[in-house]
């Protein structure tokens, strides 16, 4: 049975910072392109970062570039997001999520990508106060 884990999540102050986790089981993540996802209440999921399956390349949102990192431990089969310099706009619950094979780069904009990634964890809270 294929599973995403995220851990990591929790209540923060702006300017905090995270480590968000996502461990999988039931696949091997060296195979898949990985990328993190947000959904605030009332809103769209949206694209935060995504990193190829070798883990040398990554990909930002412009709202997080310069601040979040994603990084990849194929040996460990996890992902990770570091988050630093938290807003309160980065309230929201992150969802780790995989795509077999690389990036649908044919598809332009991050944020079509969404519905090419197959796999998607259950999600956890990163609350942002002010």
């Known amino acids: 049975q294929v599973q995403l884990v995220e851990s990591g999540g929790g209540l923060v102050q702006a300017g905090d910072s995270l480590r968000l986790s996502c461990k999988a089981s039931?696949?091997?993540?060296?195979?898949?392109?990985m990328a993190w996802f947000r959904q605030a209440a009332g809103r769209e999921r949206e694209f935060v970062a995504a990193?190829?399956?070798?883990?040398?390349?990554?990909y930002y949102a412009d709202s997080v570039k310069g601040r979040f990192t994603i990084s990849r431990d194929n040996a460990e089969n996890t992902v990770n997001l570091q988050m630093n310099s938290l807003k309160s706009e980065d309230t929201a619950v992150y969802y780790c999520a995989a795509k077999y094979g690389a990036l649908p780069y044919d598809l332009g904009s991050y944020h079509n990508w969404l519905p090419t990634f197959s796999t998607w964890g259950q999600g956890t809270q990163v609350t942002v106060s002010s």
């Open positions: 990193i190829i399956s070798s883990g040398g390349r990554q």
């Open positions: 039931g696949i091997s993540l060296s195979a898949y392109a």
